[in-house]
């Protein structure tokens, strides 16, 4: 899995699918909120988005919807680990709605984006992930949730 953010950033074919998403405001600010130990929303969600499309790419599956759908699949602009008012229901089981409801705000989801992002977080929310895609996000979203630590652990160094 890859980590290093100037491999992603130099990637032309990957950067060209998502620049669009990158560039815009509400999804910057994810660089805001720490998603998982010191790892960033926006980095966590890039670090998906790259590896779950490489891995489309390889499968070949549809890596554009893979990697559109990554990059905002936890699209939601707070801070989990605070109690907050008006935020009703358990973050594990809520932002994945949360972050469908705001990403479409932002771009056209076709099917398969919607799927990938409702569902990443299968099975903690029941909903059975439709396609081969969505399987392989929620194998990549946990693997970078327990692998994180350890970045946050080699950034202390
Ligand atoms: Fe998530
Ligand atoms: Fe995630």
């Not at 960033?40 to 070949?60: A, E, G, I, R, T």
């Not at 989990?80 to 989801?109: C, D, M, P, S, V």
Request: net charge positive.
């Amino acid at each position: 899995m890859i980590k290093d953010k100037s491999i992603i950033y130099n990637d032309e074919v990957y950067m060209n699918i998502v620049k669009d998403i990158i560039d815009n405001e509400m999804v910057q600010q994810m660089k805001q909120y720490r998603q998982h130990f010191n790892v960033s929303c926006f980095d966590h969600c890039l670090y998906v988005s790259y590896n779950l499309y490489l891995l489309c790419k390889k499968y070949k599956l549809d890596y554009v919807s893979a990697a559109r759908a990554g990059l905002v699949h936890d699209l939601f602009l707070y801070d989990w680990r605070k109690r907050q008012e008006g935020r009703k229901g358990l973050h594990a089981y809520t932002h994945a709605r949360t972050a469908y409801e705001n990403a479409k705000k932002i771009f056209n989801l076709n099917k398969k984006e919607k799927d990938i992002i409702l569902k990443h977080m299968w099975p903690v929310t029941l909903a059975f992930p439709k396609y081969k895609e969505t399987f392989l996000m929620t194998y990549v979203d946990k693997y970078f949730a327990y692998s994180e630590r350890k970045i946050a652990g080699d950034l202390k160094k």
